[in-house]
């Protein structure tokens, strides 16, 4: 089955405690990105790739860092977190610019 | 900056109801459109992804379309159903075709 995956899906931890989000798709996309969703803010991008080995910063990329060192593979790195990264995060692909995005099922993150 | 706008916010129908959902958006150079629906606390389904190109889009009880000049785009969704409940996400590409722009999303409920 096509999809999008995304470890853990639900997360509480600590202020400054380093975390990673893992994401893999199995569809052979090269396009990969984060997003966040909070109430009253929408969806944002956090950060995307294009292909391995190229990443970019999306509209809300401070405190975040990614790696795409393989092309299934999009984890997100937070590397000291914060209350203000309390958030649902959403991983997705498609297989090129500007088509048809498919969504994971979403990491739902507490940071105290 | 490009920013989408859903009317109404929320909407309750009975079932059997044909219906409009809106979208609009600030930008009219858009790459590509795509409607989600989301259910409550999980992820992001693709519905239908409108390019720009076009100016309309089917998929079963869905049609929808979408009209540049005027920075709007429209899903009809046909003889509602009670599991057609849920929030309705409407989203246009950047005009780098790297990020997709978020509306807020209408809730929808349908009653039986």
């Known amino acids: 089955e096509a999809q999008v995956t995304q470890n853990p899906r639900y997360l509480i931890t600590v202020t400054g405690k380093k975390l990673t989000v893992t994401c893999s798709q199995n569809?052979?996309?090269?396009?990969m990105s984060w997003y966040r969703q909070d109430p009253g803010l929408g969806l944002r991008q956090i950060y995307y790739?294009?292909?391995?080995?190229?990443?970019d910063k999306g509209d809300v990329p401070e405190g975040y860092k990614v790696s795409r060192k393989e092309k299934r593979n999009f984890p997100l790195i937070l590397e000291s977190p914060s209350p203000n990264q309390t958030s649902l995060y959403f991983c997705a692909s498609s297989q090129n610019r500007a088509e048809t995005q498919y969504f994971g099922p979403g990491t739902r993150l507490l940071v105290l | 900056k490009q920013e989408v706008t859903q009317i109404p916010a929320a909407l309750s129908v009975p079932e059997g109801e044909n219906l409009v959902l809106n979208c609009s958006f600030t930008d009219s150079a858009i790459y590509n459109l795509q409607w989600f629906r989301q259910d409550p606390g999980k992820g992001l389904t693709s519905l239908l992804l409108?390019?720009?190109?076009?100016r309309e889009q089917t998929s079963g009880r869905l049609n929808a379309s979408l009209d540049k000049s005027s920075g709007r785009s429209t899903l009809y969704i046909a003889a509602s159903q009670p599991g057609d409940s849920a929030t309705y996400l409407c989203a246009v590409y950047n005009q780098a075709g790297t990020a997709l722009i978020f509306g807020k999303g209408t809730t929808l409920s349908v009653s039986s």
């Open positions: 790739s294009m292909n391995v080995e190229v990443t």
């Open positions: 409108i390019q720009s190109s076009q």
């Open positions: 569809m052979n996309h090269e396009y």
